[in-house]
Every structure is written in C-alpha cells, then in structure tokens.
C-alpha cells in the first residue's frame, strides 16, 4: 500500500483529539509540535485540514448559536506546560469547565506551579494547590493535623 501522508496527518490528528477527550490536556497543544517535527508538505497538511472543514462544516452549521457566550480557553506557554504533567493540566481543565475556577483563580495556580522550581507538578500537588486558592488553607493530613501538601 503506497503511503498517503494526508491519511497520516488525519490519523495524527484523531489520535491527538482521542487523548484530549481521555483527560490529556496538552494533546491538542502537542499536535503542533507532532505536525511541524515531521516533514509533511504544506500541500498535505492544507488537504487534510480542507477535509476536516468539510466534514464538520453541516454539524457547525446545524449547531451554531450565536447568542451563546464564548468560552475561553487558557494556553499554556511552553513553560507552564512543562511545570505541568498532562494529567495535572486535565485537572484543571475539568475545574475550570465545571466553574470551580475562574480566570484568576486558574493564574494564582500556574503562577505558584511556576515557582516550585524545576520539579514538574503532578496530579496531587495541583490538587493541593486548587484547594489553596480556593479554600484559603493548605490541606491537612487527617491524624496528623498537619499539612499534607508537598508544596512550600
């Protein structure tokens, strides 16, 4: 079978889809570092983006509602995304979504995972960095009655 690079680009592109909707929160960003890392002719991306278009062009057309807000979606730089594993950005995906968070509360977090140094956080130590800003106060250990964050 001969290789179809825009087949390729298609399968790249649902893969990436795939594990966005599965909780990874940086799949969609990571798919532009997928596409330009590997040697696809222009012509073949535009043909595979021109068929997505076509394919969802009758389902925006039947679900467009315009008097319904816009909701914004925060992009993370290339150094926030690196303090963050996929996992703990999907967490905060899903609190934002559900309006647990805001748009300040969602930067007092990426600012303070920013100055935890070079150790990337994970799903726990985001978890324990919502319930700061949210509630105020650091976590305790229940038994202990001390902080149960591995942040400081």
């Not at 079978?1 to 893969?15: F, G, K, S, Y």
């Not at 979606?73 to 950005?89: D, F, S």
């Not at 979504?97 to 748009?103: A, F, K, P, V």
């Amino acid at each position: 079978m001969a290789h179809d690079p825009v087949r390729e680009i298609l399968e790249l592109i649902t893969q990436q889809f795939r594990s966005f909707i599965e909780g990874d929160g940086l799949a969609l960003e990571e798919l532009t570092d997928l596409l330009t890392s590997r040697d696809y002719e222009s012509k073949d991306l535009c043909a595979a983006f021109e068929l997505i278009v076509q394919l969802l062009e009758p389902v925006a057309e039947e679900s467009f509602q315009p008097d319904l807000p816009q909701s914004r979606n925060r992009v993370l730089n290339h150094q926030e995304r690196t303090n963050l594993t996929p996992q703990a950005y999907g967490y905060l995906l899903r609190l934002k979504e559900n309006g647990s968070l805001n748009d300040e509360h969602l930067e007092i977090i990426l600012e303070r995972a920013g100055a935890q140094g070079a150790r990337r956080l994970d799903l726990q130590d985001i978890e324990d960095l919502a319930s700061w800003v949210l509630f105020g106060s650091e976590p305790e250990d229940p038994g202990t009655g001390r902080s149960r964050t591995r942040l400081h």
